[in-house]
């Protein structure tokens, strides 16, 4: 389910892949930037601020503002400088990978 997102997609013809964030399937370009794929699905928050609670998303997409970090499969990582691949389970740092608080 595609929800509306201001960012398009510019290659059409390459294959998707099943991953998970925030406890819901989203069907994703295999191989394709974590942190762009996630924001033309619609996702706008990757993470929450530890003392405000203040979401956070993609900022510089190149690795050096630390804005994007997600868990995937258990591990914190940037999602702008990871690829997609099939069977991601992706949440919100400290949430246990589900993405709910």
Do not use: H, Y
């Amino acid at each position: 389910m595609k929800t509306a997102s201001p960012f398009r997609e510019l290659e059409q013809g390459t294959g998707r892949v099943r991953v998970r964030f925030a406890g819901k399937d989203l069907m994703l370009r295999d191989g394709g930037n974590l942190a762009a794929e996630l924001l033309a699905a619609g996702v706008r928050s990757f993470r929450q601020t530890p003392v405000s609670g203040a979401e956070r998303g993609p900022f510089c997409m190149m690795g050096a503002c630390f804005d994007c970090l997600v868990e995937i499969d258990g591990v914190t990582r940037q999602a702008c400088m990871c690829e997609v691949s099939a069977g991601m389970n992706i949440g919100m740092p400290g949430t246990g990978g589900d993405g709910d608080a």
